[in-house]
Structures are given as structure tokens and as C-alpha cells.
């Protein structure tokens, strides 16, 4: 087959207008065509009065060498790739060698834990927190009274950060291998639509996330592997030998058992900070890495969609309009969107007491009054937080406990209107935007729990924005700090075979480690440490490749 890309329609035309527009563009009969399979769907608004969908498609023509020489040089045809998953390795029937074991249950966990049990390895899977409907009734508990659990919340669980969240299982990283394809089938096996495989930017909402990570969880159980709830590792066993080559020999649990291992895939989710103190006082090698700072910010989903669609405004083939925004700003600093939750809520997201952190999160089906994004600013290790591999952490730390103040002490979250903000005074009452933050807000100035050149950025960038998307910078628009959270403070630096660069037998993994951001690109990286995992057992008998 051939895959045609960019092929161009009106938006409301009719399913039988596919076959004409590919004969067109590929310039043959129709009696050539033989069959099309939809690849990839996506929509071009820049033109409000024109949209269009964008399709990628695989073809199977009569005399498909003959179209392709035709083409040769065109990248938009091309022959169809293989994106077959296929095993890098097998574990001999009844393996009983030395299990390998992944800390944390998050995207990167699931899936370095499901294709370890696909392979045969039986892992053993550990979480400080619980199965996610525990889980979310302790989230639950902060969200609507105001009540903490530092082992169980937004961040810890089953299903990680990404569980509570818009679910988007898109992503820009490089995947010459089609690994996020790997991802995206497990989860329609696992009960997602099957939309999100041919959808440009597919989600799948928390409320089905709970129920794909159960089955997933049930898929990994019944070919051999373990979970371990609320077992939070609080030590590193790590040999030195003769010639200085550190060795992970096993775990030290909060249950006060010792985990004898020497393979272990790191994917504990960028909130984990005791474990990366931990990790840093056993000398494993860890640098700071850049991350964001700022806050959430809503509009009314009914603004997005006209500023996005204008007339074609609901249409169901278009949906919630989202946004991707970007400023560079006279001081030097990055202003930008992130995670952009289409008819969404703004979600309390701390893992430690007596701080605030936000969030945003939304369900399938997109419905909720407001749309909300992340409106950050790009910060750097050697410019805003220097000297100390874990000093990223501190950074967030101090501007949390300052939202935590700011918003009263009782885990509601400061709050300021657009207008206010761009005057530099206090936010006293609400206007046309309605906050949908739980467990509350308090209205307040932002200028109190954020740093100057953050403010600053954010004040350059917000007319910007507003010149893109009109109402983006109405007075009335509402922002809720403080987001912190926007990936991990720091990096635990790996070599080629993805182990840690000064202790073999640790996997460094995620979003955690500093290889992912996002539940897709998680995932695929959690398959890698799998791999990885998979080939030191080769290397070491254990195993056969395949």
C-alpha cells in the first residue's frame, strides 16, 4: 500500500467525496483504486470562512510501483511503513530467573511493566500509592475538602498524573519506530475508542483512563506479573566494586522489606522529590533540567469556539476549539500554552502539605462550561535556580508555599482577573468567567506567589495572545495560580543502553527521569526500559532475543 498525506476537503463533504480526491491527486482511474484505509484525521481552521479536514490514508492501488515513480520526491507519497510491534526478546516457558522490577505505575510503569509481562519477565510492579478508584476518592477528598494525602493524590496511583488530566495521547517526539502506535493499540484493546487511532490529536478523558489502567492492570496480572500497592521505596542497595563500577543490588520499602534486585526501571512521575533526594545522597548522577512556572488560565469554551471555528462554531466533526500559543518575550523568557484542556476544569494538584499546585483535566466527552490551559514561562537551571542538581525542586517548592498563602491556607488557590493583572492591582470580584477550581479560589494578586520575570513575561505575552485569539486577554478572563508542575526539575542522566550512567542495573525512565512529557511519549518510553531491560537478560543468558 501507499500512504497519501495532506489530502484535502471541505469540511462537510460527504464520505463518497474520499475516492474522487484521491484519484485526482494521484492522477488515475478509478478502477485503479482497490482499497483506502483512513490513517490520520485532522482539520485546517486557519481559515475560519473555509475550513478543512486533513486526511492521511493508505491506498492500495493496481500498479502502485508505477504511482510512486510517478512521485518520486513528492514526501506526501510514499510507500506504507510496517507498524507492527514486534518483541526484541522472550523469556524461556516457566521463567523463574530474577524478576525485574518497575517503581511507579504511571504511563511509563504501565507500559514497561505490560511489555515486561508480554515478554515473559513476570515484573513486579511497586507504587507508594493506590489503585485508582482508592486513588480517586482520596483526590476527591482535596478537591472537595480540602483534605491531603501525601501518598495518594493527583500525582500518586495508579495510572499516574496522566489519570487526571485531559488524556491527550499526542505528542512531537521522534518515533521512527512507531512505538506510540504500541501505546494507542493497547489502550482501545483496553476499552479506549478506536477513534484515537486515526484522530491527529486524540483523548480519552479521566473517566475512561480509570478504567483502561484497571484492564491493563488485570492484562499484566494474568501473564505473570505483581503489583505492590502503597510500597513506596525509601532506600537504594548499590554495590562498589574494586574498580569503582556501582552496582544496584536491591530496594529498601516503606513496608520495612528489603526487594533483592538488580534490574530495576525508574518511572516514579516528575512529583517524586524525596526519591530523587534519595537517589542524589547514593550518588546516583543527576542534573537539573529546565522546566515552567505560571498559572492556569480559563476562558469560556463558547469564546474558544468562535475565536477558533467562528461559524462552523460546535460543528461535531471540530469539537472543543483548543489552542497551541507562543511568545518570546523582551526580557528573553518563553511565554506559552500547555496542555491546553478544551471544556475542562482546573484541578488542585499538590503532593505536599500546605502547598498549592494546579492542573488541568478534562473528560471525554469535553463539556465542562471552560476551556483551560497552562499560561507558563520557560525558566532555566543556570539562570533562575544554579548550583545544585535538586535546587529546580526548592524553586517550586518556594512559589507553592507561596500560592498556599496567597490562597488563604486552606489549599484554596490564589486567583486574579486578566484586567487586574495587567494593572497591577488586586483582583477583588469575579466578572463574566466563573472558576471551576476545587476545593476553591480567593481572589487575590498573582504578584504574591510568583517571580517578577515571570509576571513580567506574562503581562508582554497576554495582549500577544489576545491579537491571535480574540477575548484570549479580556479583563474578565480568570488565572489561578501556581503551575509548577510542568515537567520534572531534573535528569537522571542515562548512556545508550538506557541505564543510569554511574549505576548499572537502574533504568531511568518517563517523565521523572526526564525523558518524557506527556502520557504518549511516557508510555513510549517506558516500552524502551522495557527493551532495555529485556536486552541486559540476553546479554546475561537469561533470555533469547527474537
Same mark, same amino acid.
Given at each position: 500500500m501507499l500512504r497519501l498525506s495532506e489530502l484535502?476537503?471541505?469540511?462537510?463533504h460527504p464520505p463518497e467525496a474520499m475516492a474522487p480526491a484521491i484519484c485526482a491527486r494521484l492522477g488515475i482511474a478509478p478502477d485503479d483504486l482497490l482499497e483506502v484505509k483512513l490513517w490520520r484525521r *485532522?482539520?485546517?481552521?486557519?481559515?475560519?470562512?473555509?475550513?478543512?479536514?486533513?486526511?492521511?490514508?493508505?491506498?492500495?492501488?493496481?500498479?502502485?510501483?508505477?504511482?510512486?515513480?510517478?512521485?518520486?520526491?513528492? $514526501?506526501?507519497?510514499?510507500?506504507t511503513p510496517d507498524t507492527d510491534y514486534r518483541f526484541m526478546a522472550r523469556a524461556p516457558e516457566g521463567f523463574d530467573g530474577p524478576r525485574p522490577v518497575v517503581i511507579g505505575a504511571g504511563p511509563c510503569g504501565l507500559f514497561a511493566g505490560l511489555v515486561l509481562a508480554q515478554m515473559g519477565f513476570k515484573p513486579i510492579i511497586l507504587d507508594r500509592g493506590k489503585v485508582v478508584r482508592e486513588r480517586t476518592k482520596d483526590t476527591w477528598a482535596l478537591w472537595r475538602k480540602s483534605e491531603l494525602n501525601p501518598e495518594s493524590n493527583v500525582q500518586f496511583g495508579e495510572g499516574g498524573a496522566g489519570?487526571?488530566?485531559?488524556?491527550?495521547?499526542?505528542?512531537?517526539?521522534?518515533?521512527?519506530?512507531?512505538?506510540?502506535?504500541?501505546?494507542? +493499540?493497547?489502550?482501545? *484493546?483496553?476499552?479506549?475508542?478506536? +477513534?484515537i487511532l486515526t484522530?491527529?490529536?486524540?483523548?480519552?478523558?479521566?473517566?475512561?483512563?480509570?478504567?483502561m489502567v484497571e484492564n491493563i492492570r488485570a492484562l499484566i496480572e494474568g501473564l505473570g506479573g505483581e503489583y505492590r500497592w502503597?510500597?513506596?521505596?525509601?532506600?537504594?542497595?548499590?554495590?562498589?566494586? +574494586?574498580?569503582?563500577a556501582r552496582k544496584l543490588k536491591g530496594l529498601h520499602l516503606s513496608t520495612?522489606?528489603?526487594?533483592?534486585?538488580?534490574?530495576?526501571?525508574?518511572?516514579?512521575?516528575h512529583s517524586s522529590r524525596d526519591t530523587f533526594q534519595t537517589l542524589y545522597d547514593r550518588g546516583v548522577h543527576i542534573e537539573a533540567k529546565p522546566f515552567s512556572i505560571g498559572v492556569r488560565i480559563e476562558h469560556p469554551q463558547s469564546?474558544?469556539?468562535?475565536?477558533?471555528?467562528?461559524?462552523? *462554531?460546535?460543528?461535531?466533526?471540530?469539537?472543543?476549539?483548543?489552542? $497551541?500559543?507562543?511568545?518570546?518575550? $523582551?526580557?528573553?523568557?518563553?511565554?506559552?500554552s500547555f496542555c491546553m484542556c478544551p471544556g475542562g476544569t482546573v484541578v488542585a494538584a499538590t503532593s505536599e502539605p500546605n502547598r498549592v499546585v494546579t492542573n488541568g483535566m478534562s473528560q471525554y466527552s469535553r463539556n465542562e462550561r471552560n476551556a483551560n490551559s497552562g499560561f507558563v514561562v520557560a525558566i532555566d537551571p543556570e539562570r533562575d535556580y544554579p548550583g545544585h542538581p535538586l535546587a529546580g525542586i526548592e524553586f517550586q517548592r518556594k512559589w507553592e508555599s507561596l500560592a498556599f498563602t496567597a490562597g488563604g491556607g486552606d489549599y484554596k488557590a490564589p486567583a486574579q482577573k486578566v484586567g487586574d493583572f495587567l494593572a497591577g492591582r488586586p483582583s477583588e470580584a469575579l466578572g463574566e468567567v466563573s472558576p471551576s477550581y476545587k476545593p476553591g479560589i480567593r481572589m487575590t494578586d498573582l504578584a504574591e506567589c510568583l517571580p517578577p520575570f515571570v509576571l513580567e513575561a506574562m503581562r508582554e505575552a497576554l495582549p500577544v495572545f489576545g491579537r491571535q485569539i480574540a477575548g484570549y486577554d479580556h479583563p474578565d478572563v480568570l488565572m489561578t495560580g501556581v503551575e509548577t508542575r510542568t515537567s520534572s526539575p531534573i535528569r537522571i542522566t542515562r548512556g545508550k543502553d538506557l541505564q543510569s550512567l554511574?549505576?548499572?542495573?537502574l533504568f531511568p525512565a518517563g517523565e521523572g527521569a526526564g525523558y518524557a512529557g506527556g502520557i504518549l511519549s511516557a508510555g513510549v518510553d517506558g516500552i524502551k526500559a522495557a527493551e532495555a531491560v529485556a536486552a541486559a537478560y540476553v546479554a546475561k543468558g537469561w533470555a533469547e532475543a527474537v
Open positions: 484535502k476537503l471541505p469540511l462537510d *485532522a482539520h485546517d481552521a486557519r481559515r475560519k470562512s473555509a475550513i478543512l479536514m486533513v486526511y492521511t490514508v493508505d491506498v492500495a492501488l493496481r500498479d502502485e510501483a508505477a504511482v510512486l515513480e510517478r512521485f518520486k520526491g513528492d $514526501s506526501q507519497v510514499r510507500p489519570t487526571f488530566s485531559d488524556g491527550k495521547l499526542y505528542s512531537q517526539i521522534k518515533d521512527p519506530r512507531f512505538l506510540g502506535r504500541k501505546v494507542l +493499540e493497547e489502550f482501545v *484493546a483496553a476499552g479506549a475508542p478506536e +477513534e484522530e491527529a490529536h486524540p483523548h480519552i478523558g479521566t473517566f475512561r483512563l480509570v478504567h502503597q510500597h513506596r521505596v525509601t532506600d537504594f542497595e548499590i554495590e562498589t566494586g +574494586e574498580d569503582g520495612g522489606e528489603f526487594l533483592e534486585t538488580e534490574h530495576v526501571v525508574l518511572a516514579v512521575g469564546w474558544m469556539d468562535k475565536a477558533r471555528f467562528g461559524a462552523c *462554531a460546535g460543528h461535531p466533526d471540530l469539537g472543543a476549539a483548543d489552542y $497551541s500559543l507562543s511568545h518570546h518575550c $523582551s526580557n528573553g523568557r518563553t511565554v506559552y554511574n549505576t548499572a542495573g
